[in-house]
């Protein structure tokens, strides 16, 4: 029985505040199957954990293979044992929520491949993340300066100016001078190079 404390929890549209995704046209042109759908994402660590071999790791992304029920049985068992972990909840929440999936079986990934080849077309992407997710916006990190705007939902796919190198003190004076013409040479250029930078894209 659903509460009016469960309805509110359900309709509240969250922030997604760090992600990495694929853009419109690589999500249409070379979108992941079924098996990168539900597993390229962090739960790998724990099927690793769980005794998944790197082979049948690798096996279960190359889709270049399509038969789904081989490439999950490699590591099935490990899913068996991971299933409820956090990661393995989120494979499971997408896999019923999106993909109509009770419980995850080679057979079950298997059937729901041509649900998966559907959602590849124009703002389904859009769709499920708005929609099905019920995500406010997403902001997406793509290790780079540029934040250009997205035309497949401008308000929606936010981009960040990724610091990410310069604080893992990764700096290139030649992609800077590049972008913003500030030539680095001490901490002082590099501060007017990272500022210059902020102006541009921010």
């Not at 190359?62 to 972990?85: H, K, L, M």
């Not at 990934?109 to 916006?137: F, I, M, S, T, W």
Request: glycine share 8%.
């Amino acid at each position: 029985m659903t509460t009016d404390l469960s309805n509110h929890i359900q309709s509240v549209k969250l922030v997604d505040t760090h992600e990495h995704l694929r853009k419109e046209p690589e999500w249409l042109n070379n979108g992941p199957d079924i098996l990168q759908d539900l597993f390229g994402n962090y739960v790998p660590a724990d099927l690793h954990t769980a005794g998944a071999s790197g082979q049948a790791m690798k096996d279960l992304m190359d889709s270049s293979n399509p038969d789904i029920i081989a490439r999950f049985s490699g590591i099935r068992e490990a899913w068996e044992a991971t299933q409820f972990t956090g990661y393995g909840e989120a494979v499971r929440i997408i896999a019923s929520e999106v993909y109509g999936i009770d419980e995850i079986t080679g057979e079950s990934l298997a059937a729901a491949q041509g649900k998966n080849r559907d959602l590849q077309k124009p703002g389904e992407r859009y769709r499920l993340l708005h929609d099905v997710a019920n995500l406010d916006h997403v902001q997406t990190d793509d290790f780079c300066w540029q934040c250009y705007p997205d035309d497949s939902g401008p308000d929606f796919f936010l981009y960040d100016l990724s610091w990410a190198g310069f604080c893992n003190g990764q700096v290139d004076p030649q992609s800077i001078h590049e972008e913003v013409g500030i030539e680095v040479t001490d901490l002082a250029t590099l501060k007017q190079g990272m500022e210059a930078i902020f102006s541009k894209h921010a």
